[in-house]
């Protein structure tokens, strides 16, 4: 057994012993509401590990060293590690926020699912695994971005080109046309990006505001607002993801790109056909701006 | 990669490690120093400064406070909105067929704990009252499933989407009167049986400590209706009751004849 398959297998052991543990903390705090002392909801008993998981994140990026993109025997290393640690920790998180948030419901806009004190107790202890896997994988993101010098790649360059190279590359997904030649992210993940970053920045800002609420008295005006700027970032969010899950990995299209977040490793015909200028990229020692790149190969295309 | 960047991605990634390792100590630290740090204080919830007592006997389920509850806190005349929940039974008879359902401001309130957002809470500004600051509420109706009575003392505001419950009128932006423990209460005010009460006493913890005989302090003796909590004479009013028709015949035997 690789590490990286070690590493999987103790991830979801762990997921696995804090949804017991959440359906456990649930249980107690249920039977006990109302005697002083009692076992409450993980968001008041462990909110310490919300606080610690930033830190975490933070030091452990510290120790990580990024991979350049290289060739492989006919594969280029896409995602190396912490690349995959960071994504899937991230997405874990994203998915079981999501899923515990839509069960508690948004208040005035989606109704609750849950009902009882001990079944909300359960979705919000889950909410609560969720949050310190949302953290963890957001901090170790940033933290790496921070230090690779990375963002820019991601950043969307010239949001005309942009637009034009996406519907380009729309346009030979139906059939119509060449794919233009792009870089290693698409024109659409460049213009998404900012969603992405800016509503998780929202959305952590926010939600560590509300983890403060359980040990602090914040006022309720700023508890509203942070309530309503968290529940609609949610579903912003949640949208961005359902789009996201499409495009990265319901698409036959993607799913080399989805298994290289498993393996790191994406084929490189698939690299020369989708991601033409990045092929050029990997293949000699220029480096052209991704979109400028993409866009001209588009225009001369239609 | 030149020796400048090297040495500002080194600086750099020096800086996020040691912001990451300096806030695990803290946090680990803190944690670890909490635990071997006990407080001066006692750690309780202080109890509340006020209780509504109701006299389901009394109460002729004319729905005066719930109208008056809803109206001084809302500004409408919504039975959904009130706070104190009166409930008939038309299958059942006197003495059980009314209920008046008030919150208890229990000494360990399970709405105030199951609270995850510390919206309900105890308001030490105004008497300890229990309460729902609805700016914090998330709807997450916790605190309407934890309540151990039934129908539920916290409710839930289907109109403003919150939680809510009886603050003694603490806050009611439609009812020019200081409420709350030290003022009044629109439920008492407005009832016209006088079915109502207020104490500053900790009532008993028990169905009779809440639902209590406000007949023997009030009007109805003088009135010559029962006092018992059956709807009959009790056994003193009745002893009252011979000992005057002893004495009035007593009086007409011993006056002169005419």
Known sequence: MGRRSIVAVLLSLAVAAGVLLALKSASAATAALGIRGAPRLLFDSAAWAVWLAPFAALFASGFTRRQEPRIIDRQVLRHDDAAILQHWAHAAGTLILVGSGIALGIRGFLPRLVAGTYADGVAFNIHFLGAVLFVFGSFYYAGNTLMSGRLSEHLPHDVGSSLRVVAAHYSAVLGKGKFPAEGKYFASEHLTYPI??????????????????????????????????????????????????????????????????????????????????????????????????AAKHAATAS | MTEETKKKDYTRREFVTGVGGLGLGAV??????????????????????????????????????????????????????????????????????????????????????????????????????????????IGCERCVNACPFTPSRALWNSQEKHAQKCDLCAETPYWNEKGGPGGKQACIESCPMKAISFTKEVPVQKDAGYDVNLRKTDGTAELGLPLGDDGKYTKSQVDAARAAAAAMAAASKAAPKH
């Open chain 1, 196 to 293: 992405a970053a800016v509503g998780s920045t929202l959305i952590l800002l926010t939600g560590l505001i509300k983890v403060a609420a359980h040990g602090a008295n914040i006022p309720g005006g700023l508890m509203g607002a942070v309530t309503l700027t968290h529940d609609i970032t949610a579903v912003v969010l949640g949208l961005y993801l359902v789009a996201h899950a499409v495009a990265g990995a319901l698409v036959p299209w993607s799913w080399p790109l989805l298994r290289s977040m498993l393996t790191g490793l994406v084929p490189l015909d698939y690299v020369r056909e989708h991601h033409a200028g990045w092929y050029r990229e990997l293949t000699s020692q220029t480096r052209p701006e991704p979109d400028d790149e």
């Open chain 2, 28 to 137: 680990l630290g803190g944690l670890v120093g909490s635990s071997f740090l006990l407080p001066d204080k006692v750690l309780a919830i202080p109890a509340s400064q006020g209780y509504l007592l109701v006299d389901t006997k009394k109460c002729v389920g004319c729905d005066s406070c719930m109208l008056a509850c809803s109206l001084v806190h809302h500004g409408s005349t919504s039975f959904s909105n009130s706070r104190i929940q009166i409930v008939q039974n038309p299958f059942v008879t006197f003495p059980n067929d009314i209920e008046q359902n008030q919150c208890r401001q229990c000494p360990y309130p399970a709405c105030v704990d199951a609270c995850p957002t510390g919206a309900n809470h105890v308001d030490t500004a105004h008497g300890n009252v229990r309460t729902v600051d609805p700016a914090k509420c």
